[in-house]
């Protein structure tokens, strides 16, 4: 199902952009945690994202079994201005958590994509290997004042923990949350209770 929503923008542009959503529930396999002696089973994938449509992060699930779940996708259709665009390609990536240690049957990592100043990053994404960031042309950042940042964490609001990797033995902590009104995910290197905040398009919460 596609929404067309009007967002009001605050201040970069003149009119407010026209986004649309939708939901994918088709995914790749990317990396499992098979294998690494956590307490906890995680699996990550990358959605199929149709032409012409955006993703804010990849999804994740607490089992081995087939995904279940939906991750919200978007475009922009009217009023976009394109010197400060809705949405924007990350700068770059940094890495969140790598599996080393774990003894986990394949290599896997976590990144942050890290948004253009301006911009917001909405969720994490995964990578094969320890080294490198995927690459995902289809990815993109949220610009900030069509945004609203939200707790992670809270089963309440949908951002309950999806995995981590505690008795793994790998070098690192990292625990892995729920986006809640997206479906991706997003990483913390700590199994305290998270005190980060993801982002989401403001106009899902109604603000």
């Not at 201040?11 to 307490?39: C, H, I, R």
């Not at 003894?103 to 990144?111: H, R």
């Not at 990815?139 to 999806?162: E, F, K, W």
């Amino acid at each position: 199902m596609i929404r067309s929503l009007v967002v009001e923008s605050q201040s970069l542009v003149a009119l407010p952009p026209t986004l649309e959503f939708s939901t994918v529930n088709q995914f790749v396999k990317v990396w499992t945690d098979k294998g690494s002696g956590a307490g906890m089973d995680g699996a990550f994938y990358r959605p199929v994202v149709p032409a012409g449509w955006f993703l804010l992060g990849d999804y994740g699930q607490g089992n081995y079994n087939a995904p279940n779940g939906t991750v919200l996708v978007m475009r922009v259709v009217d009023n976009d201005d394109p010197d400060h665009p809705a949405l924007a390609r990350p700068q770059t990536f940094a890495r969140v958590w790598a599996d080393k240690g774990s003894g986990a049957d394949k290599d896997g990592s976590f990144w942050a994509p890290v948004a253009p100043f301006g911009y917001v990053t909405c969720g994490h994404v995964v990578a094969e290997g320890h080294d490198s960031p995927p690459n995902i042309p289809e990815l993109r950042c949220l610009r900030y004042d069509l945004a609203t940042s939200v707790a992670l964490g809270d089963p309440a609001n949908g951002s309950g923990l999806i995995w981590n990797d505690r008795g793994s033995g790998a070098d690192r902590d990292v625990a892995v949350y729920r986006v809640p009104e997206l479906g991706v995910f997003w990483a913390v290197p700590t199994y305290d209770p998270p005190t980060e905040r993801a982002n989401i398009p403001s106009v899902l919460l109604g603000t």
